[in-house]
Structure formats: C-alpha cells, structure tokens
C-alpha cells in the first residue's frame, strides 16, 4: 500500500508542474535591450536540464499562460522519473520567427540567423549559471534546424552542451562541423510530412556520426498514428501522435547513457 501511495503521489507531483517564468534579459548590438521567454520546469533530483527549441514559428505565448504546465512531447518528459529525471526549460519567442527575420514559414533563414543563435546562447548560459546543472538542448522540426545552425556557428558553442537532440528534423537539417558531443536524432519511421521526411533523418545521422568523435545515435519512433484530414506537418506521426511517451522515453533512456559529471 505504501508503495501505491508512493507512486501516486509521484504521479500528481509530475502532473503538478509549477512554472517557472524567467525572462531572461538579452541585447543584440545597437538594438533596444528586451527578454527571452522562458518557462522552466525543475526537478530536485534532476541530473540535467533539457531546454527545448520549438519548431513552427517559434513563438507559442507559453510565458502568459497561467501556470503553463508541460505539454506535448514534454509532459511524458517530465512525468518520467527513473533513470534520468529532468529539468524542462521552453525556449519561446515574443513573435514569430519568420516575421522578426523576414522569412516566410516554409524557409529556414530564421534558424540561422546570427540574432536567433545569440538568444539561443543566452538561455544556455543563464540555465548553467541558474541550475549548475549540464545543459542539453532538444529541438524539433524548425527546431532542429535551429540546434544545427547553433553548433555550426562556433565550434565553443558545443563546449556549453552535455548533447543534443534532433527531433522530427527538418529535410535542410545538416550539420558537418566536426563535434565530440552526445548526439541523438530521432524520427518517427513513417513521418508522412514532406518537409521532415524519415530518410532526410537518416542522411542527418550519417553525415553526424562521420565527424563526430562523440556518441551518435537514430532512434526511430515507431508507435502512434496519423489523423484523418490533418495537416502532416502539425499532425499525426510527425508531432508524435498517440506516441509522445515512447519517444520521450527514447530521449531519457539517451541522457541517461551520458555521464553528465
């Protein structure tokens, strides 16, 4: 009895996620000083910290909602315990990607651009600062896209990581830096969307694990199904769908292989 208790209690704790809002303060050259959006979801006995780079437009309003609870891919994050509990942080914009950048939706010029890889930055150091904890950033779709260019910038920038995760990537996804970092890409097998489609995920593994001197791995999610009607590149298998906890899964079993000390 004490047991099921236990587990029950540990169940509503993971549901009861508190969120945390810190607007993280950040100046890019002559422009005006503004934040960075950010909801951070912590864990006592957590290892590491996790903070997720968000495809589509990258702005989802996650810092005005009240007490924003972790949703999606992230929720199954958080509720795991066991192997490798984890601090959750959602990096967010106060707009579009495309509209502050001039791009449209369907391109990635955003993603690369050289005020995009300094927020990112930012919100690394101020999570290693905050929580004394290694960092890994996990990005999906757009979001990969946007980890890519991140380490392509500066080979010092994969010096503040303890890994990275590549989720549902973008078919531009590439990344031919030399690297000695943890690195997973995980896809879903049967991605049905044009623009991530599962073998652009399979030359994205590749063309890591030849110059990477660190662990690479391709996990594929295999569960789950697409939605009748639905846009495949907001639906179905491509966000995970009737599936987020195996690939959550995936992704803890990973971190938990690293040794973070």
């Keep these: 009895m004490k047991n099921i208790?236990?587990?029950?209690?540990?169940?509503?704790?993971s549901v009861n996620a508190k969120a945390e809002i810190n607007l993280i303060p950040f100046q890019y050259g002559s422009e005006n000083k503004t934040t960075i959006p950010t909801v951070h979801w912590s864990k006592a006995d957590s290892k590491a910290v996790?903070?997720?780079?968000?495809?589509?437009?990258?702005?989802?309003?996650?810092?005005?909602?009240?007490?924003?609870?972790?949703?999606?891919?992230?929720?199954?994050?958080?509720?795991l315990s066991g192997v490798a509990p984890l601090d959750l942080v959602f990096m967010d914009s106060h707009s579009s990607l495309q509209a502050d950048f001039g791009d449209s939706y369907f391109r990635w010029a955003a993603r690369?651009?050289?005020?995009?890889?300094?927020?990112?930055?930012?919100?690394?150091?101020?999570?290693?600062?905050?929580?004394?904890?290694?960092?890994f950033l996990l990005g999906h779709s757009n979001g990969s896209l946007s980890i890519a260019e991140f380490l392509k910038t500066s080979p010092e920038h994969q010096k503040l990581l303890a890994g990275v995760i590549f989720s549902g990537s973008r078919n531009e996804t590439e990344l031919k830096t030399p690297l000695a970092l943890p690195v997973l890409v995980i896809h879903h097998r049967s991605d049905s969307n044009r623009w991530t489609?599962?073998?652009?995920?399979?030359?994205?593994?590749?063309?890591?694990?030849?110059?990477?001197?660190?662990?690479?791995e391709l996990a594929w999610v295999e569960g789950g199904r697409d939605v009748a009607g639905g846009d495949p590149t907001h639906t179905g298998r491509h966000m995970y769908h009737e599936a987020t906890e195996e690939a959550a899964e995936i992704i803890q079993n990973f971190i938990a292989r690293i040794d973070t000390k």
């Design 5 to 13: 208790l236990l587990s029950v209690l540990i169940f509503l704790a």
């Design 50 to 79: 996790v903070i997720f780079l968000p495809g589509g437009s990258g702005s989802f309003g996650v810092t005005k909602r009240v007490d924003a609870k972790p949703n999606w891919l992230l929720a199954d994050l958080y509720k």
């Design 112 to 135: 690369r651009d050289p005020r995009h890889i300094e927020l990112i930055k930012a919100s690394i150091l101020y999570y290693r600062v905050k929580t004394n904890k290694p960092v």
């Design 197 to 216: 489609t599962p073998r652009s995920a399979e030359s994205l593994f590749a063309s890591v694990k030849r110059n990477n001197a660190g662990m690479t």
